[in-house]
């Protein structure tokens, strides 16, 4: 019995899978996962035949313990990495270069890009233009991560306040019901300059929420800022019915301009303790940090440690604290403004159901959370030093997201068939893998392999108008005077109307050139030695 039960033991040292977003693909992960069932089968097995001898039974069951510590270890866990950035640019025009500000000099390539702004140039022509053309911090942000392999997935704006979410394009198809939504409190919640922007998502089956706030200002109404985080998310809702609110998702980021003051210090301690970096001389009087010690809500909501300087207030283009002389309304000077850790970075992964929550709807959105969980690790929690267009210096956190794919193939898969060119109008065929709630809308577009954004486009048509079975194969074709004259690498991707995301990439693929560029003179007529 004892070599059988060491021999048990040997089979189920199983490889490791890797804890990153280069792990082994799905296939091999699920073969490990039946091949250490079989062995526990296996063991459970001749359990059941052993005699009563106590020494046996000891052996057994330390060999189980042992072998139930294996599934605990060996799970197919990936770790994604996620860059966030809140920073209230002041009305500012963006800088030429925000390199710096997305670490894109980082060995370690970000999966999630989430960019909270604040106080984005909102005078009411410059508004209506942004919404029909994108705001020029979009834009820069755009240019930038695209030729990085970088999509713009979602944004939601409310005037000054702006959220963006950018993934890489490898995760793009497993990114679904994205949904966004927004709260005013400013003037008693009719106007938009303070407030909430939120973006949910799917992200391989788990539910993340980003909520960017712009809370009241001034010292004196720390409490008026709880209430409106409070209101803002007894306010925004959502379609899903396993995550109506914000609390309901997984894990939820609570990140932006919060406004939160330091308390009773003077101007000389402040700027004295700054300047010799002793920072936690500090944290016992800040805001949010007292907030925290009393209400519930807060609790709930993690921080890394304040290791930075605080982010506000700085004279523009430099690194002095606030040097302006306060004008008030009659003209007598007033006070400058005390440096602040206005900006900051917060995280809540929803609570374990407790016994009193059984059968409530809270019960059943954690069902999955013990096979499923998500774990967050901070490792990056920073000011930019270097930017100086506003009088608020950025702020930056990258996570670690810890956890197992819940979903591991695209909703659709797609492909270009034969040739493509303008002289014709190709084939692309696709097929649904899996239901979701396809619309009548739904679009296969021609993308560019950096395109920037679903809407980008090169030319698009329209998906099966009727409803098509699971792993049926459909074709659909794109007219030829729709594509490019030129040559080039493109893609093909399924836009999911109803999820608000593209479920679907095809390979990339080479489009010829066009017999008609040739006669046009846009490309020479002999090529590569070939006479066309």
């Known amino acids: 019995m004892a070599g059988f039960v060491g021999q048990m033991a040997e089979s189920l040292e199983l490889p490791r899978a890797r804890s990153d977003s280069s792990s082994s693909s799905a296939s091999q992960s699920t073969a490990g996962r039946l091949l250490l069932r079989q062995r526990l089968a296996q063991l459970l097995t001749c359990v059941e035949d ?81 919404l029909i053309m994108e705001d020029s911090w979009t834009h820069v942000l755009m240019d930038t991560l695209a030729p990085k392999g970088y999509v713009k997935v979602t944004s939601v704006r409310m005037q000054g306040l702006l959220i963006l979410l950018f993934a890489k394009q490898a995760h793009i198809p497993y990114i679904r019901d994205v949904q966004t939504t927004y709260t005013r409190t400013g003037i008693y919640g009719y106007w938009g300059n303070k407030g909430g922007v939120s973006i949910r998502f799917s992200f391989y089956g788990h539910m993340l929420c980003f909520l960017n706030c712009h809370l009241a200002a001034h010292m004196q109404y720390a ?31 609570w990140f932006g301009d919060l406004n939160f003051r330091i308390s009773d210090h003077g101007m000389h301690f402040l700027r004295s303790s700054i300047e010799g ?59 400058k403004r005390k440096p ?72 659709v898969s797609l492909a270009a068939e034969g040739v493509w060119s303008a002289d014709d109008n190709p084939l ?71 999820m608000q995301s593209i479920v679907g990439l095809s390979p990339t693929f080479a489009l010829q050139e066009s017999r008609l560029a040739v006669l046009e003179g846009l490309v020479p007529q002999d090529i590569n030695g070939l006479d066309k």
């Open 428 to 498: 692309a065929s696709y097929t649904i893998q899996d239901t979701f709630p396809a619309s009548t809308y739904d679009w296969i577009g021609l993308y560019k392999t950096d395109f920037k954004s679903p809407l980008d486009y090169v030319a698009f048509t329209w998906a099966k108008d009727y409803e098509v079975p699971i792993n049926d194969l459909v074709k659909v074709c794109m007219k030829g005077d729709d594509l490019p004259l030129l040559s080039g690498q493109y893609i093909l991707g399924y836009y999911s109307t109803n």
């Open 340 to 411: 602040a850790w206005t900006d900051r970075i917060l995280w809540r992964i929803r609570p374990k159901v407790t016994d009193d929550d059984e059968g409530s709807c809270t019960a059943s959105l954690v069902d999955d959370d013990d096979e499923y969980p998500v774990k967050v690790a901070q490792d990056v929690y920073n000011c930019n030093m270097e930017y100086g267009v506003s009088d608020h210096k950025p702020v930056f956190g990258i996570f670690t997201l810890e956890l197992r794919k819940k979903v591991e193939r695209p909703l």
């Open 277 to 335: 970096g002793r920072f936690n001389l500090l944290w016992q009087k800040d805001q949010l940090t007292m907030m925290k010690k009393k209400e519930p809500l807060l609790q709930e909501f993690e921080e890394g440690p304040l290791q930075f300087k605080p982010t506000y207030k700085f004279d523009r283009f430099s690194e002095t604290y606030d040097s302006s002389i306060q004008k008030t309304w009659f003209g007598f000077n007033g006070k």
């Open 223 to 253: 409490l008026q800022r709880v209430d409106e985080f409070e209101y803002i998310l007894d306010t925004q809702d959502f379609d899903l019915n396993n995550t109506p609110n914000v609390l309901d998702h997984k894990v939820v980021f």
């Open 50 to 130: 052993l005699s009563s001898d106590d020494e046996a039974s000891e052996e057994v069951s330390r060999t189980l313990d042992e072998a139930f510590n294996l599934c605990g270890r060996w799970t197919d866990k990936e770790s994604f990495r996620l860059h966030m950035v809140t920073w209230n640019v002041a009305t500012a025009e963006p800088p030429r270069d925000v390199t710096s500000l997305l670490q894109l000099d980082s060995r370690q390539a970000t999966d999630i890009y989430v960019i909270g702004l604040q106080e984005v140039s909102a005078t009411p022509v410059r508004y209506i233009s942004d």
